[in-house]
T-cell receptor, first 116, second 113 residues
Framework: GAVVSQHPSWVICKSGTSVKIECRSL??????MFWYRQFPKQSLMLMAT?????????EQGVEKDKFLINHASLTLSTLTVTSAHPEDSSFYIC????????????FGQGTRLTVV | QKEVEQNSGPLSVPEGAIASLNCTYS??????FFWYRQYSGKSPELIMS????GDKEDGRFTAQLNKASQYVSLLIRDSQPSDSATYLC?????????????FGSGTQLTVLP
């Protein structure tokens, strides 16, 4: 299957700081990337969908000013958690898809964020 | 009604048995269906895709699709403890003018040695 690389795998940051997570599709062009958050023992929660060159579409209840998403190229999307707080601690996962998200998606390895 | 529904489980089966995972979906015109496996603390990985009615086999895994009943299932034969994971059903669902991959909440499977 296609390879999606997500970095960093884990990060610990102080409350109030910002953290950037990168998601790269290594061997295909990802017209659409998805960002998810997953709390322990809970299901995936879609945060936002980004199409290359366009503004991200955020799910209801997700603060777009707090979770900044940039999808400037067909192989890279970034999620920046701004002014992080302990309640933002979670497992963040990106996935990438071709054809505007109308096919299967391939997931990055995930980023475990801990805010102290 | 959720767009993609799965029994959350947990489902426990003994080693060597057949594990049966079920999924229903709401969009009658959906054409693409996927099964993902997620180990604890890891991200999901794609294990099966199916597009036509009937069965599709890949090793110990068999995906079954019935579009008339809006039902897709995953069978795991000769279950192994290493199959213990959460299995996510995903369907391309129409939402307004868009079509997008939509996940169920997952079924947790435990294979007992």
């Amino acid at each position: 299957g296609a390879v999606v690389s997500q970095h960093p795998s884990w990060v610990i940051c102080k409350s109030g700081t910002s953290v950037k997570i990168e998601c790269r599709s290594l061997d295909f062009q990802a017209t659409t990337m998805f960002w998810y958050r997953q709390f322990p023992k809970q299901s995936l929660m879609l945060m936002a969908t980004s199409n290359e060159g366009s503004k991200a579409t955020y799910e209801q209840g997700v603060e777009k000013d707090k979770f900044l998403i940039n999808h400037a190229s067909l192989t890279l999307s970034t999620l920046t958690v701004t002014s992080a707080h302990p309640e933002d601690s979670s497992f963040y996962i990106c996935s990438a898809s071709t054809r505007g998200g109308r096919t299967e998606a391939f997931f990055g390895q995930g980023t475990r964020l801990t805010v102290v | 009604q959720k767009e993609v529904e799965q029994n959350s489980g947990p489902l426990s089966v003994p080693e060597g048995a057949i594990a049966s995972l079920n999924c229903t979906y709401s969009d009658r015109v959906s054409q693409s269906f996927f099964w993902y496996r997620q180990y604890s603390g890891k991200s999901p990985e794609l294990i099966m895709s199916i597009y036509s009615n009937g069965d599709k086999e890949d090793g110990r895994f068999t995906a079954q699709l019935n579009k008339a009943s809006q039902y897709v299932s995953l069978l795991i034969r000769d279950s192994q403890p290493s199959d213990s994971a959460t299995y996510l059903c995903a369907v391309i669902i129409s939402s307004g003018s868009a079509r997008q991959l939509t996940f169920g909440s997952g079924t947790q499977l435990t294979v007992l040695p």
